[in-house]
């Protein structure tokens, strides 16, 4: 599920956006990173190689969760992973945006 060379952390990020003249938030998704400087980075990264970059914005980011620190969380809660961000294709960006 989490690839340790992806980051050591896991960051639970919300993403704004304008919709019909007013601000709107998708649910949050996952970003690895080694810290917050680099999660940004790479949520920024996949929103410029989508060319949205002008439409969206990290919101909020959560402190970062140790990797396997969030996978006991997820098993004990039996919870499933949220969508990791840079993983979704394109298509699946959009099916995530209309959750």
């Not at 919300?14 to 998708?26: D, H, P, R, S």
């Not at 002008?54 to 969380?73: A, G, N, R, T, V």
């Amino acid at each position: 599920m989490f690839d340790p060379e992806e980051g050591l952390y896991v960051f639970e990020i919300v993403l704004g956006y304008k919709a019909n003249g007013k601000t709107e938030y998708t649910l949050s998704c996952l970003v690895q990173g080694d810290d917050p400087d680099e999660a940004e980075e790479k949520a920024l990264a996949y929103l410029d190689n989508l060319e949205l970059e002008q439409d969206f914005w990290i919101e909020e980011m959560s402190e970062p969760y140790d990797i396997e620190d969030y996978k006991q969380i997820l098993e004990d809660n039996d919870q499933e992973a949220l969508p990791i961000l840079t993983e979704l294709t394109e298509e699946e960006f959009e099916d995530f945006l209309k959750q």
